[in-house]
């Protein structure tokens, strides 16, 4: 049953320090590595948020007895390991991949919702270097049953379009060195959310993975992994909200410990979109230092491509100020734990704003922004949505978000770092 979660703040002022978790983005991928290594590579710092949870499940098999019917077969029975990953999109991707050259057969199902997420193109890609994979019920989608290849590989180049989601890629790059041919990905078009691809390059070169990127091509030959440790750094992704808070206060000033000025995460450039609305970044005593300015928001234009998962962060604190910017790179956000574009749009007009959709740019009109008394925030089972909105408290009396639960996703802290520096919380047990 989803409980809701009521949060008020008396005053506009917040200071504090906030311990945020690890990284889910690097603990998913390190989880990947730290398997395909045979456990050469060691994880340290691991995430609490549920997705890596989930992970960490996956690498404890369990067998389960399996009546399948495949498209365009007969129903079968057999032992199979069932693999139900829940909303963990990432997951999803990097363990279809991670499958498909074990030496095991599985099926990997998740929600309704992540049964409603395409897959057709990593699919494909796999497919295309000796993959096994057949689609249990929808062409495209989730349910999958991969019956691992291991070295059975075909090929050893694929083309992949470059502005879908960089999940895909990064699932194709995580098993590249693993490969008996290795695998050169030629990346086709602009390549979406670059600094995530980035990230899983640079995490197997600290594991001994070497690469080579050239124009739209990288190449990973085939070659063992080193010992060695994994650290994860605490999540920028987290951070963003905290950036929001800022924002949105009169006053602010906050520590996250951990962060540094050099991260592998893109959500780290929170740093410098926030500097637009006067927020200050300091790095020292291990960490990173924020402080509110007075400062006028002149900046009217954010490409969001190379950093998605800030979108809903910095669409609401630009509403909240009534500032109408334009926003781009927002194709991915459609095919997220929820439709994001038409969720904000939706939460967005109760406070009388509008996120205007022309082709591939979108722009805030709040000519009829109000305040209300209090407001209802739907989540759409999408932590993000929680967690951009909850900020609104700063401004608006009462804010009521539904199903609170939903930041365990990624941020299961959430609500207790809130009260922490002063946020009252009512309805939750």
């Not at 949060?7 to 504090?16: D, E, R, Y």
């Not at 098993?175 to 041919?181: G, K, Q, T």
């Not at 740019?361 to 993000?384: A, G, V």
Request: aromatic share 8%.
């Amino acid at each position: 049953m989803k409980q809701n979660i009521i949060l008020s703040k008396k005053n506009k002022s917040v200071s504090g320090t906030v311990h945020l978790t690890g990284s889910k983005s690097e603990c998913n991928r390190a989880l990947i590595i730290q398997a395909l290594s045979s456990g050469k590579v060691k994880v340290e710092n691991i995430s609490d948020a549920a997705d890596t949870v989930t992970l960490l499940e996956v690498f404890s098999p369990k067998s389960e007895v399996r009546s399948l019917k495949l498209n365009n077969s007969e129903p079968r029975t057999q032992e199979l390991r069932l693999v139900n990953i829940g909303p963990a999109g990432t997951a999803m991707r990097f363990l279809t991949a991670y499958f498909s050259f074990q030496d095991e057969e599985v099926i990997l199902t998740g929600s309704e919702r992540m049964k409603q997420r395409p897959i057709g193109v990593l699919v494909n890609a796999l497919r295309g270097i000796g993959a096994h994979i057949e689609y249990i019920e929808n062409e495209g989608y989730p349910p999958l049953s991969i019956k691992g290849s291991l070295g059975q590989q075909q090929k050893d180049k694929i083309s992949i379009k470059g502005d879908i989601s960089s999940q895909y890629i990064t699932a194709l790059l995580l098993i590249a060195a693993r490969l008996p041919m290795g695998l050169t990905l030629q990346i086709e078009g602009e390549l979406t959310s670059r600094p995530y691809v980035e990230m899983t390059l640079a995490m197997l070169q600290q594991s001994g993975v070497q690469h080579q990127w050239e124009g739209n091509s990288i190449h990973i030959p085939h070659q063992e992994f080193r010992e060695t440790a994994l650290n994860v750094e605490p999540d920028w992704s987290a951070a963003s909200y905290w950036y929001a808070i800022a924002a949105l206060a009169d006053e602010a000033e906050l520590f996250l410990p951990g962060l540094t000025s050099y991260s592998l995460q893109g959500d780290s450039v929170v740093t410098e979109i926030m500097a637009n609305f006067g927020i200050t970044s300091q790095f020292k005593d291990g960490g990173v230092h924020l402080k509110k300015e007075a400062k006028p928001i002149s900046r009217k234009i954010f490409d969001l491509k190379s950093c998605p998962d800030l979108a809903q962060t910095i669409i609401v604190v630009c509403a909240a100020l009534g500032h109408e910017a334009t926003f781009t790179g927002l194709e991915t956000l459609k095919i997220k734990e929820t439709d994001r574009v038409q969720a904000l749009q939706t939460e967005l007009a109760k406070i009388g704003v509008k996120l205007i959709e022309k082709g591939q740019i979108y722009k805030l009109d709040c000519s009829e922004k109000f305040i209300p008394k209090s407001i209802f925030i739907h989540t759409y089972d999408d932590h993000r949505m929680a967690m951009a909105f909850a900020p609104l408290a700063l401004l608006i009396p009462q804010v009521e978000v539904e199903d609170f639960k939903v930041v365990e996703k990624s941020y299961p802290a959430f609500w207790e770092d809130l009260k922490e520096v002063g946020f009252e919380l009512k309805g939750k047990s």
